[in-house]
């Protein structure tokens, strides 16, 4: 066998999963110190099971596992696997020769947990480290070498040292196999000694039984005779209580039927009363209705009346009020007529002094104003002589100034001109550079606005993508831990399962006899045991299995001649006894006794009193005919497997129709009733004075045996051997594992979709974070942009806000001076118009001043006269406008008292039409409310009448509903007097059954008395003479003392008993005999195999050990050990039973020759001879390499890992050493730890370990081909 690789996750350095694929002749592995190549030594020792924390450089357990690394970019690991696939080249014959590759794969849990698989099937230690021994490959002593295994291979122990050499010699298996044969020969011993004692227990029953037998056939018979003489008492007296109960009974039967026929009456009656209630009661609710209508219609009425009447007491205050107001108009008017003829003659003196008056002061006002002209027009005049000389001068002198300005404006705008022309320039070119800007500014807006956008989308896809992260890895550590929990589960049942299978696969708990039978089932045509055949309902297997008992071991074989031929094999052989039951054979048939409803009365009548259950019931048969034609297929037609072919089809045993109808279980004796109540069994016992007559067993595994046995208790130790439980168990167990494993399956198919869906997640959210800061960088670049265009706008606008004022002020200066210009132009057009028009009208106005001078003086003589007559007519106006003042005062006051009478008189004329208008609706509405309240007057009447005749309805049903009550007691007293007579006879019947006689039992007595009539035995023997008879026959039975009832068949079953412990001792016997041998040839082969394997051993030793040191002598001595003594076996262990004492002196002390130690003694060329522990480390290491290399080259091993044991090494030495490796390379395969390079050159294959990181180790494989 060759090491083809190892598989490491999650152990030591080694995180993520790595395959190490080796060579089959030599495999290097180098690299730096503390890199983790010893690692990986460690894994090997770890996959071939070592469990010693020192071998495998630990301080505990968990620090196999990955623990994280320093720069935590790997997660804790919570498993630690190691795999070993090995190439199987058939040569070793073991469990799995017939694998070509075979994986051994061990891990270890956080919590301590371990777990160990070959080929994916998880199994014990045991059984794990089995494989190796059987394989050949051995970890433990020599396959790993090291330096520190150097040193302690030196330091041996001779005990120690024989060990190491028994390991390589392969006589391990035969010591394990002789421990498990000493403890069969321990417990068969023991087992032995339990018989013994048993059988003699069991021969002192037999004897007491046999006479306790006797005395049961004598007591029946005394019984019967009594039991028949309380019958035919008990016959007598029921007959009479059954005539008077059924003469009652008729009785009764009438008077029940007048009682219905009046129950009917009366239901009839009362469903009148209660429908003539019902009406009732509608029509007094109406009543009540109607009344209330009628009593509210009154207060209507009445409260309408109140209101009309003070409406018409309002109406008449009202009328005498507005004559009141009528004499006060007519007295307002006559004072008005007065006072207007009055003001009249007034007015008319007014007028004429009003119209002298005018007419002079019209005189007097046309006189002022011609004085007023006069005086003016001279003022005037000389005012414009005076302005007009004036005038002339300014004239002049504004001509000179105009010219002045004309000539200098003329300057001033041409210069303006050329400044307007550069502004407007300087203009357009600013409003192109901001417009530029201002159109750059917004498309930069534009843009920081879509990256704000994008950056919130992309933040929030983000948020999204974490919150779905967080919740993905939250359900995949949940996954992973509830995988793992399954995957804990199916180990431990498939575990189960497993024994199970080897439970039922061996059939552990049957007898010697039945399994060796079963294990040639092909040989004998045996289609399988009765615990293979039977399905038992849940609940019910310890029941099955206890009732069974030991007829679960009952072998199916096809026909009597095969029955034969495996008798003949077990008496041959001495191989112990078996139960058989013959399939083919007519005796077998069903005599139908298994159908109940064929059976005994007496025992139906018993089952159903007790409420017990066939257990029958709850078993079947399965697989049972397949089996069994199969067999018959394999005899007629090996390579036909169709077995409903037509040559076979008449062929199989009828058998198999009754086995489905259960006559084998009344064949094999195994007819039991099932119980829940063990109580109910005993009451039936204490009562009756016998057991059942059938097997019964109650719900604990009480049984009950119709021959006064009873079994109690469970043997817990041998329920474990249910093969019926173990079968449902093992289906159960199986249906779960399926179960278990879907689940598995599905949970690593979701964790890989989270694990990919995390990866996907991450990914998405690494380039979401890359684009966030490229767009943040781009909206910053983008806003100082922004401030840099924005600012370069306000510069613009502000200096073209300025050169705008600028140039309008320029341009407003400019119009202005072409306005002054113009204006200074026509102003002295007109100054030279005006200066020659002056001169003509100064002329003018001197004439006219002497002409107005004299009409003045004329016209100021007549005001004075004119003054004199207006101050007279003035006074006497006064006079008169005073008297007309107070008399039209007088009329306005008289108009306003006149029109407010007027208003207040129509004011009363409406209120006085709207409470008439008002007492004529509420009149009308009190003649409706009249006709209505006549109306429902009628309506109570008519119901008032109604309610009368239905009460007197009510009162004559109720008369005749208490008739009918009164005859119905009559009737029931009647029939209770009967129905107590029938009471009194059947309690005289209840009486009877205190003789306790069961249906079966009535029936078989009936018999007996009819046969008895015939006789005339009873005929003329009166009640009294019975009773006396059967006192005596009870006194009888009294004086008999206790009987055993079941007396027969436990004698039977002692007898039986007797023989079948007979035949246990003779069977335990021969198997001590058979395992003494078997020890003892044990002994012998590794005893002969050991001697020879060391005298090979011995020889290349010393062959090696010359090669590497150039001569000298090296030899393996036997030596006493100090520890040994009696009990002491080859491999020095001690085999003591439990009470410290050797299990067998006879076979232990041909041990005592072997359990000598073995030294190893050198002597190294030109040196004296010395202990091993003075040599040098280079020395220690040459001793140990011709040790292993020899045991190697011997034994041929599979392979040997060397763990940098040439360190100490010279040149020289390195390449003795190397060539050696050479050699031993070509029977086995070499992994080699080192960093010596000459070693390096003889390896196929070379790993490199790196540590990519601090505590994580990495791989590099090179094919040096």
């Given at each position: 066998?060759?090491?083809?690789?190892?598989?490491?996750?999650?152990?030591?350095?080694?995180?993520?999963?790595?395959?190490?694929?080796?060579?089959?002749?030599?495999?290097?592995?180098?690299?730096?110190?503390?890199?983790?190549?010893?690692?990986?030594?460690?894994?090997?020792?770890?996959?071939?099971?070592?469990?010693?924390?020192?071998?495998?450089?630990?301080?505990?357990?968990?620090?196999?596992?990955?623990?994280?690394?320093?720069?935590?970019?790997?997660?804790?690991?919570?498993v630690a696997?190691?795999?070993?696939?090995?190439?199987?080249?058939g040569?070793?014959?073991?469990?799995?020769?017939?694998?070509?590759?075979i994986?051994?794969?061990?891990?270890?849990?956080?919590?301590?947990?371990?777990?160990?698989?070959?080929?994916?099937?998880?199994?014990?230690?045991?059984?794990?480290?089995?494989?190796?021994?059987?394989?050949?490959?051995s970890?433990?002593?020599?396959?790993?070498?090291?330096?520190?295994?150097?040193?302690?291979?030196?330091n041996?122990?001779?005990?120690?040292?024989?060990?190491?050499?028994?390991?390589?010699?392969?006589?391990?298996?035969?010591?394990?196999?002789?421990?498990?044969?000493?403890?069969?020969?321990?417990?068969?011993?023991?087992?032995?000694?339990?018989?013994?004692?048993?059988?003699?227990?069991?021969?002192?029953?037999?004897?007491?039984?046999?006479?306790?037998?006797?005395?049961l056939?004598?007591?029946?018979?005394?019984?019967?005779?009594?039991?028949?003489?309380?019958?035919?008492?008990?016959?007598?007296?029921?007959?009479?209580?059954?005539?008077?109960?059924?003469?009652?009974?008729?009785?009764?039967?009438?008077?029940?039927?007048?009682?219905?026929?009046?129950?009917?009456?009366?239901?009839?009656?009362?469903?009148?009363?209660?429908?003539?209630?019902?009406?009732?009661?509608?029509?007094n609710?109406?009543?009540?209705?109607?009344?209330?209508?009628?009593?509210?219609?009154?207060?209507?009425?009445?409260?309408?009346?109140?209101?009309?009447?003070?409406?018409?007491?309002?109406?008449?205050?009202?009328?005498?009020?507005?004559?009141?107001?009528?004499?006060?108009?007519?007295?307002?008017?006559?004072?008005?007529?007065?006072?207007?003829?009055?003001?009249?003659?007034l007015?008319?003196?007014?007028?004429?002094?009003?119209?002298?008056?005018?007419?002079?002061?019209?005189?007097?006002?046309?006189?002022?104003?011609?004085?007023?002209q006069?005086?003016?027009?001279?003022?005037?005049?000389?005012?414009?002589?005076?302005?007009?000389?004036?005038?002339?001068?300014?004239?002049?002198?504004?001509?000179?100034?105009?010219?002045?300005?004309?000539?200098f404006?003329?300057?001033?705008i041409?210069?303006?001109?050329?400044?307007?022309?550069?502004?407007?320039?300087?203009?357009?070119?600013?409003?192109?550079?901001?417009?530029?800007?201002?159109?750059?500014?917004?498309?930069k807006?534009?843009?920081?606005?879509?990256?704000?956008?994008?950056?919130?989308?992309?933040?929030?896809?983000?948020?999204?993508?974490?919150?779905?992260?967080?919740?993905?890895?939250?359900?995949?550590?949940?996954?992973?831990?509830?995988?793992?929990?399954?995957?804990?589960?199916?180990?431990?049942?498939?575990?189960?399962?497993?024994?199970?299978?080897?439970?039922?696969?061996?059939?552990?708990?049957?007898?010697?006899?039945?399994?060796?039978?079963?294990?040639?089932?092909?040989?004998?045509?045996?289609?399988?045991?009765?615990?293979?055949?039977?399905?038992?309902?849940g609940?019910?297997?310890?029941?099955v299995?206890?009732?069974?008992?030991?007829?679960?071991e009952?072998?199916?074989?096809?026909?009597?001649?095969?029955?034969?031929?495996?008798?003949?094999?077990?008496?041959?052989?001495?191989?112990?006894?078996?139960?058989?039951?013959?399939?083919?054979?007519?005796?077998?048939k069903?005599?139908?006794?298994?159908?109940?409803?064929?059976?005994?009365?007496?025992?139906?009548?018993?089952?159903?009193?007790?409420?017990?259950?066939?257990?029958?019931?709850?078993?079947?048969?399965?697989?049972?005919?397949?089996?069994?034609?199969?067999?018959?297929?394999?005899?007629?037609?090996?390579?036909?497997?169709?077995?409903?072919?037509?040559?076979?089809?008449?062929?199989?045993?009828?058998?198999?129709?009754?086995?489905?109808?259960?006559?084998?279980?009344?064949?094999?004796?195994?007819?039991?009733?099932?119980?829940?109540?063990?109580?109910?069994?005993?009451?039936?016992?204490?009562?009756?004075?016998?057991?059942?007559?059938?097997?019964?067993?109650?719900?604990?595994?009480?049984?009950?045996?119709?021959?006064?046995?009873?079994k109690?208790?469970?043997?817990?130790?041998?329920?474990?051997?249910?093969?019926?439980?173990?079968?449902?168990?093992?289906?159960?167990?199986?249906?779960?594992?399926?179960?278990?494993?879907?689940?598995?399956?599905q949970?690593?198919?979701?964790?890989?979709?989270?694990?990919?869906?995390?990866?996907?997640?991450?990914k998405?959210?690494?380039?979401?974070?890359?684009?966030?800061?490229?767009?943040?960088?781009?909206?910053?670049?983008?806003?100082?942009?922004?401030?840099?265009?924005?600012s370069?706008?306000?510069?613009?606008?502000?200096?073209?806000?300025?050169?705008?004022?600028?140039?309008?002020?320029?341009?407003?200066?400019?119009?202005?001076?072409?306005?002054?210009?113009?204006?200074?132009?026509?102003?002295?057009?007109?100054?030279?118009?005006?200066?020659?028009?002056?001169?003509?009208?100064?002329?003018?106005?001197?004439?006219?001043?002497?002409?107005?001078?004299?009409?003045?003086?004329?016209?100021?003589?007549?005001?004075?006269?004119?003054?004199i007559?207006?101050?007279?007519a003035?006074?006497?106006?006064?006079?008169?406008?005073?008297?007309?003042?107070?008399?039209?005062?007088?009329?306005?006051?008289?108009?306003?008292?006149?029109?407010?009478?007027?208003?207040?008189?129509?004011?009363?004329?409406?209120?006085?039409?709207s409470?008439?208008?008002?007492?004529?609706?509420?009149?009308?509405?009190?003649?409706?409310?009249?006709?209505?309240?006549?109306?429902?007057?009628?309506?109570?009447?008519?119901?008032?009448?109604?309610?009368?005749?239905?009460?007197?309805?009510?009162?004559?049903?109720?008369?005749?509903s208490?008739?009918?009550?009164?005859?119905?007691?009559?009737?029931?007293?009647?029939?209770?007097?009967?129905?107590?007579?029938?009471?009194?006879?059947?309690?005289?019947?209840?009486?009877?059954?205190?003789?306790?006689?069961?249906?079966?039992?009535?029936?078989?007595?009936?018999?007996?008395?009819?046969?008895?009539?015939?006789?005339?035995?009873?005929?003329?023997?009166?009640?009294?003479?019975l009773?006396?008879?059967?006192?005596?026959?009870?006194?009888?039975?009294?004086?008999?003392?206790?009987?055993?009832?079941?007396?027969?068949?436990?004698?039977?079953?002692?007898?039986?008993?007797?023989?079948?412990?007979?035949?246990?001792?003779?069977?335990?016997?021969?198997?001590?005999?058979?395992?003494?041998?078997?020890?003892?040839?044990?002994?012998?082969?590794?005893?002969?195999?050991?001697?020879?394997?060391?005298?090979?051993?011995?020889?290349?030793?010393?062959?090696l050990?010359?090669?590497?040191?150039?001569?000298?002598?090296?030899?393996?001595?036997?030596?006493?050990?100090?520890?040994?003594?009696a009990?002491?076996?080859?491999?020095?262990?001690?085999?003591?039973?439990d009470?410290?004492?050797?299990?067998?002196?006879?076979?232990?002390?041909?041990?005592?020759?072997?359990?000598?130690?073995?030294?190893?003694?050198?002597?190294?060329?030109?040196?004296?001879l010395?202990?091993?522990?003075?040599?040098?480390?280079?020395?220690?290491?040459?001793?140990?390499?011709?040790?292993?290399?020899?045991?190697?080259?011997?034994?041929?091993?599979?392979?040997?890992?060397?763990?940098?044991?040439?360190?100490?090494?010279?040149?020289?030495?390195?390449?003795?050493?190397?060539?050696?490796?050479?050699?031993?390379?070509?029977?086995?395969?070499?992994?080699?730890?080192?960093?010596?390079?000459k070693?390096?050159?003889i390896?196929?294959?070379?790993?490199?370990?790196?540590?990519?990181?601090?505590?994580?180790?990495?791989?590099?494989?090179?094919?040096?081909?």
């Amino acid at each position: 066998m060759k090491l083809k690789h190892i598989e490491l996750f999650g152990f030591k350095t080694f995180p993520d999963k790595v395959r190490i694929q080796f060579d089959e002749k030599i495999s290097v592995i180098v690299g730096p110190n503390g890199c983790g190549k010893s690692n990986i030594v460690d894994a090997v020792r770890f996959i071939a099971g070592e469990q010693n924390l020192k071998e495998l450089r630990l301080k505990n357990m968990n620090e196999l596992i990955f623990n994280g690394s320093a720069s935590k970019s790997k997660n804790v690991s919570s498993v630690a696997v190691a795999k070993g696939v090995f190439l199987n080249d058939g040569e070793i014959d073991f469990k799995y020769k017939d694998f070509s590759e075979i994986m051994a794969e061990r891990r270890h849990y956080k919590d301590g947990e371990s777990e160990y698989r070959i080929n994916g099937t998880i199994v014990s230690y045991r059984d794990y480290t089995n494989f190796f021994i059987e394989s050949g490959i051995s970890f433990k002593f020599y396959s790993i070498l090291d330096p520190l295994k150097i040193s302690s291979i030196l330091n041996y122990k001779p005990e120690e040292m024989r060990l190491l050499f028994e390991e390589a010699s392969g006589i391990i298996k035969f010591k394990n196999q002789k421990k498990v044969a000493l403890r069969k020969l321990e417990n068969t011993n023991t087992n032995l000694n339990r018989i013994q004692d048993i059988y003699n227990e069991v021969e002192k029953q037999e004897k007491v039984l046999k006479i306790q037998s006797e005395a049961l056939e004598k007591f029946k018979k005394i019984s019967e005779e009594k039991r028949l003489c309380e019958f035919v008492l008990y016959d007598r007296s029921r007959n009479k209580a059954i005539l008077s109960i059924d003469e009652n009974k008729k009785t009764a039967e009438k008077f029940n039927t007048d009682i219905q026929n009046f129950d009917n009456e009366i239901i009839l009656n009362e469903n009148l009363i209660i429908k003539e209630k019902t009406y009732f009661d509608e029509l007094n609710e109406k009543f009540k209705l109607a009344e209330g209508n009628k009593n509210k219609l009154i207060i209507e009425i009445a409260g309408i009346n109140s209101d009309i009447k003070y409406a018409e007491e309002k109406s008449a205050m009202l009328n005498s009020e507005k004559i009141k107001k009528e004499n006060e108009l007519k007295e307002s008017e006559t004072f008005k007529s007065r006072n207007v003829s009055k003001l009249e003659d007034l007015k008319n003196k007014k007028e004429e002094f009003v119209s002298v008056l005018k007419k002079n002061k019209e005189k007097m006002l046309f006189i002022n104003n011609e004085i007023q002209q006069k005086r003016k027009y001279i003022e005037e005049i000389k005012n414009e002589i005076e302005i007009l000389n004036d005038d002339i001068l300014t004239t002049i002198e504004k001509s000179q100034m105009l010219n002045n300005k004309i000539a200098f404006n003329k300057k001033n705008i041409t210069a303006y001109f050329s400044r307007i022309s550069n502004s407007e320039q300087l203009i357009d070119k600013i409003n192109q550079e901001t417009i530029g800007d201002e159109e750059l500014l917004n498309s930069k807006n534009n843009l920081i606005n879509d990256i704000q956008n994008t950056l919130n989308e992309l933040e929030n896809k983000l948020r999204s993508k974490n919150e779905e992260l967080d919740i993905i890895i939250k359900q995949t550590e949940e996954l992973r831990l509830a995988h793992n929990r399954d995957e804990k589960e199916l180990i431990e049942l498939k575990l189960h399962i497993t024994r199970l299978a080897e439970f039922l696969e061996q059939h552990e708990g049957f007898s010697e006899g039945s399994k060796k039978l079963l294990s040639k089932s092909d040989e004998f045509n045996i289609s399988g045991s009765l615990g293979d055949m039977l399905e038992v309902s849940g609940g019910f297997e310890k029941i099955v299995w206890e009732a069974a008992g030991c007829k679960l071991e009952t072998i199916f074989i096809s026909d009597i001649e095969d029955a034969k031929n495996a008798a003949a094999y077990l008496n041959l052989n001495d191989s112990g006894s078996a139960e058989l039951y013959v399939l083919n054979n007519n005796g077998n048939k069903s005599d139908g006794v298994n159908n109940i409803d064929d059976a005994d009365i007496e025992i139906k009548n018993l089952i159903n009193r007790l409420g017990l259950l066939p257990l029958r019931d709850k078993m079947k048969f399965i697989n049972f005919t397949e089996k069994y034609k199969e067999n018959k297929n394999k005899d007629n037609n090996k390579d036909n497997n169709d077995v409903n072919n037509a040559e076979n089809k008449d062929t199989y045993p009828a058998q198999f129709n009754s086995i489905y109808n259960y006559s084998i279980i009344e064949k094999l004796d195994f007819n039991f009733y099932y119980t829940e109540n063990t109580n109910a069994i005993f009451a039936y016992i204490k009562n009756e004075g016998h057991f059942p007559k059938i097997n019964i067993i109650s719900q604990d595994g009480t049984i009950f045996l119709p021959s006064g046995l009873i079994k109690a208790g469970r043997d817990k130790k041998a329920e474990n051997e249910n093969i019926l439980l173990n079968k449902n168990k093992l289906v159960q167990f199986k249906v779960k594992i399926s179960e278990i494993e879907y689940n598995i399956n599905q949970k690593i198919s979701e964790i890989l979709i989270k694990e990919n869906s995390i990866k996907e997640i991450k990914k998405e959210t690494e380039s979401i974070k890359n684009n966030i800061q490229s767009g943040k960088m781009q909206k910053l670049t983008e806003e100082n942009d922004i401030k840099h265009i924005g600012s370069r706008i306000i510069q613009s606008k502000e200096r073209l806000n300025i050169i705008k004022k600028e140039l309008e002020n320029i341009i407003t200066d400019k119009n202005k001076l072409d306005d002054d210009t113009e204006k200074s132009k026509q102003e002295l057009n007109s100054l030279e118009v005006i200066s020659s028009e002056q001169n003509i009208q100064k002329k003018e106005f001197d004439k006219k001043l002497i002409i107005k001078e004299d009409e003045f003086e004329e016209i100021k003589e007549k005001e004075v006269k004119l003054r004199i007559e207006l101050s007279s007519a003035e006074n006497n106006l006064a006079y008169l406008n005073k008297e007309i003042g107070n008399i039209e005062l007088s009329i306005k006051n008289g108009i306003f008292r006149y029109n407010k009478i007027k208003n207040e008189i129509n004011d009363v004329n409406k209120t006085i039409e709207s409470i008439n208008e008002n007492i004529f609706l509420k009149k009308d509405k009190i003649n409706n409310l009249n006709i209505k309240l006549i109306e429902i007057s009628d309506s109570i009447k008519q119901l008032d009448s109604d309610l009368e005749k239905i009460k007197i309805t009510i009162e004559e049903k109720t008369l005749i509903s208490g008739k009918l009550k009164r005859e119905k007691n009559e009737a029931e007293k009647k029939k209770d007097n009967a129905l107590t007579y029938i009471k009194m006879f059947e309690e005289k019947l209840n009486e009877l059954n205190v003789f306790g006689f069961t249906e079966e039992e009535e029936k078989y007595l009936n018999i007996l008395n009819e046969k008895n009539e015939e006789e005339d035995k009873f005929q003329n023997i009166s009640d009294q003479e019975l009773k006396k008879k059967i006192n005596e026959l009870k006194n009888e039975i009294d004086s008999a003392g206790n009987i055993n009832m079941n007396a027969s068949h436990e004698y039977t079953e002692v007898l039986d008993r007797l023989n079948f412990l007979s035949s246990q001792n003779k069977d335990l016997n021969e198997s001590i005999s058979s395992l003494e041998d078997i020890i003892k040839k044990l002994d012998t082969v590794s005893r002969e195999k050991f001697n020879s394997d060391l005298n090979k051993f011995k020889e290349k030793f010393n062959e090696l050990f010359n090669f590497l040191f150039g001569g000298g002598h090296a030899d393996i001595v036997n030596v006493r050990s100090k520890s040994s003594s009696a009990g002491v076996n080859i491999a020095g262990e001690k085999f003591f039973s439990d009470n410290n004492t050797i299990t067998d002196l006879s076979i232990n002390k041909s041990n005592t020759a072997d359990t000598s130690g073995i030294e190893i003694n050198v002597q190294i060329p030109g040196k004296k001879l010395s202990g091993l522990n003075l040599l040098s480390q280079g020395e220690k290491v040459l001793v140990i390499a011709s040790l292993i290399f020899a045991i190697f080259l011997v034994k041929k091993s599979p392979f040997c890992v060397i763990d940098e044991v040439d360190a100490p090494l010279d040149d020289a030495n390195n390449a003795r050493f190397n060539k050696l490796v050479k050699e031993v390379s070509n029977s086995s395969q070499i992994i080699i730890v080192t960093h010596n390079k000459k070693t390096m050159e003889i390896g196929n294959y070379i790993f490199g370990i790196t540590s990519k990181e601090p505590g994580i180790s990495k791989v590099v494989s090179v094919a040096m081909n």
